[in-house]
C-alpha cells in the first residue's frame, strides 16, 4: 500500500495528496538505493492511476490485480535488454536502455489507453538510458501525450540530463531504519537470528536483505571470515590464512567487502549508532575493542581493507 511509504516523509504526503485529488503531474523521477523499493512504489503509483473501482486503489478490481501481476495492458515498462513492454530480450544492448527501445515506448504510451484512463511507462534503471534515448524522452517529457503518466526509477539521478529531472518531479526514497526491515522480514516468516545480521548488512535497503537471509553463501563467507580473521587464534595462523584467501582471487572483491562490512558494524556500536546485540557474534577481543577502543583504530582498519 502506498500508505505503507509514508514514513518516507513530505515527498510521499505530497505525491499521496495529488494522487487522491488528482493534480498529479505527468512524470516523476523515483530515487534511491536498490532494494528500497522503487518499483513497488511505482506499482502502487500505477494501481492509484488505473483503478476502475469506486476508492482507488480498491485492491479487487481486475485493473488492480493486473497491476499487481504486472500484466495491465496500460503499464508499460522499459528496462535494459529488452523490448519496450515486453519480456522479449534484445541484442540492442544488455546493459542500456538504447533510443530504440525509448521510440518503441513512444509509440506505445501515445495509442490510447485499453481501459479508457490512464498509461504509465516505467523506466528501470533510467540511468541506463544512453544520450541518444535520453533525448528522444526529453521530447515527449515537453510534449507529453494526454493520460501518460511517467514514472523514471534509478539509483542515480545525477546520470540524467537537468533537462530531464527539471521536467519530472523528484520523490526520494531514503534507507528505511533497521526495525521497519525487521518487522517485513518476520511478516515473511523469518524468525531465526540470521535476520538481525541480514537487516544489517543490508543497510536500509528491503530487497537486499530479503536477498541476504535467504543466502546460505553469504552466511558461509561471513563465518569463514569470523572464524579466520577475527577469531584469529594465533599469530601463527596469519599465513596459511593469507594462502587461502590469496587462492580465491576470484571472491577477494566479496570477501573483502564482508570484512569491511563486518568491522564497520563494530565501529557503528562503538559509536552507539547500532544495536549491541550485533556485537554479541564477535569474539571478546572485538567486542571489547567496539567497546574501549580509540575512533582512530576503527579508521585505520576500515582504511586498511578499502586500500587491500
Not at 527501445?101 to 533510467?126: D, M
Request: charged letters at 20%; proline letters at 4%.
Amino acid at each position: 500500500m502506498l500508505q505503507d511509504f509514508l514514513i518516507q516523509g513530505s515527498a510521499i504526503e505530497g505525491l499521496l495528496q495529488t494522487l487522491e485529488e488528482g493534480t498529479y503531474v505527468h512524470a516523476y523521477l523515483i530515487s534511491g538505493i536498490r532494494g528500497v523499493g522503487k518499483r513497488s512504489l511505482a506499482k502502487e503509483i500505477a494501481r492509484y492511476l488505473l483503478c476502475t473501482g469506486d476508492n482507488p486503489p480498491c485492491g479487487a478490481c481486475a485493473a488492480c490485480q493486473q497491476v499487481r501481476e504486472g500484466t495491465h495492458p496500460d503499464m508499460i515498462w522499459v528496462k535494459p535488454g529488452y523490448r519496450a513492454g515486453s519480456d522479449q530480450e534484445t541484442e540492442r544492448g544488455k546493459n542500456a536502455i538504447v533510443v530504440e527501445t525509448v521510440r518503441e515506448l513512444i509509440g506505445l504510451i501515445s495509442a490510447k489507453a485499453y481501459e479508457g484512463k490512464n498509461r504509465i511507462a516505467i523506466i528501470e534503471q533510467a540511468e541506463l538510458m544512453n544520450p541518444a534515448a535520453q533525448n528522444a524522452l526529453l521530447k515527449t517529457l515537453e510534449e507529453p501525450p494526454e493520460k501518460v503518466v511517467f514514472l523514471l526509477l534509478t539509483e542515480t539521478p545525477g546520470a540524467l540530463l537537468p533537462t530531464i529531472i527539471s521536467r519530472c518531479r523528484q520523490v526520494s526514497l531514503h534507507p528505511w531504519e533497521d526495525k521497519v526491515v525487521l518487522r517485513i522480514l518476520r511478516g515473511l516468516g523469518y524468525q531465526d537470528d540470521r535476520i538481525v545480521l541480514a537487516v544489517h548488512a543490508a543497510g536500509g535497503s528491503i530487497g537486499k536483505a530479503i536477498s541476504i537471509v535467504g543466502d546460505e553463501s553469504f552466511f558461509g563467507r561471513r563465518q569463514k571470515i569470523m572464524d579466520q580473521f577475527f577469531g584469529l587464534p594465533d599469530r601463527s595462523s596469519i599465513y596459511s590464512i593469507a594462502n587461502e584467501w590469496k587462492d580465491a582471487k576470484d571472491q577477494s572483491l566479496t570477501l573483502l567487502d564482508d570484512l569491511e562490512d563486518m568491522v564497520h558494524s563494530l565501529f557503528l556500536c562503538h559509536l552507539g549508532m547500532a544495536d549491541e546485540s550485533i556485537c554479541s557474534a564477535y569474539p571478546a577481543q572485538w567486542q571489547n575493542m567496539a567497546r574501549n577502543s580509540g575512533t582512530e583504530n576503527f579508521l585505520h582498519l576500515i582504511s586498511s581493507i578499502q586500500e587491500a
